[in-house]
C-alpha cells in the first residue's frame, strides 16, 4: 500500500479573462488597470459541484501506513435523526467527515449522487469565490439522512487539502 484515495466534494471556477492595453503613459490608465482588475475578479464565478478524488502518498513505519500530517482547524460530532434533509448548500471551509452509523447520500445538481456509511470518510470542500453569493439555481450540494439509523459523524476543519 503506497497510497490512500478519498472522494473530495468540489467546485469549479469559471474565469472569463480578459486582458486589457495601456499605452504606456496614457492618462487614467493605472485607473484602468484597477478597474480592469476588478472585472476579471467578478467575472471568477463558481459553477456546479463535483466529485473528485484526491489520493496522498504514505509511508510505511513496520507495517503501519501512514500520511504526512495534515493541519486541522477544529473538529466537530453530528448527530441527525431520521428524516434529516439539507436544502442546497456549500461546504465552504475542506472539512473531513468520517461517518460513524447511519447513510449520508450527497446529491448535486447534476444528480448524480454517493451514499456513505459507517467507516466511510469524504473531504467536502465545494466553496463559492470571496465576496459571491450563493445562486440556489447553480452552487451547492443538498444531503440526506437514508434509512432509520441516526447520522453519527465526525467533521474535521481542514486548514488546507
Known amino acids: 500500500m503506497n497510497e490512500i484515495t478519498l472522494p473530495v466534494l468540489t467546485a469549479s471556477v469559471i474565469s472569463k479573462q480578459t486582458f486589457l492595453q495601456v499605452k504606456d503613459g496614457e492618462q487614467g490608465g493605472s485607473q484602468k488597470m484597477t478597474e480592469q482588475g476588478n472585472a476579471i475578479k467578478e467575472s471568477c464565478k463558481t459553477s ?10 504514505v509511508v510505511d513505519y513496520n507495517g503501519l501506513f501512514i500520511t504526512d500530517r495534515i493541519d486541522a482547524l477544529n473538529f466537530r460530532h453530528r448527530s441527525s435523526e431520521p428524516g434529516y434533509f439539507s436544502t442546497w448548500h456549500v461546504a465552504g471551509d475542506p472539512t473531513l467527515i468520517i461517518i460513524r452509523s447511519g447513510i449520508l ?3 448535486l445538481r447534476s444528480g448524480e449522487f454517493r451514499d456513505f456509511k459507517a467507516g ?14 450563493f445562486d440556489e439555481h ?3 450540494h ?3 439522512l437514508i434509512g432509520d439509523e441516526t447520522l453519527l459523524a465526525v467533521h474535521i476543519k481542514l486548514a488546507s487539502i
Do not use: M, P
Open 48 to 57: 456546479h459541484s463535483f466529485f473528485t478524488d484526491v489520493t496522498y502518498s
Open 105 to 107: 447520500r450527497i446529491t
Open 120 to 133: 466511510d470518510l469524504f473531504i467536502a470542500q465545494d466553496r463559492l469565490q470571496e465576496n459571491e453569493a
Open 138 to 140: 447553480i452552487h451547492g
Open 142 to 144: 443538498c444531503a440526506e
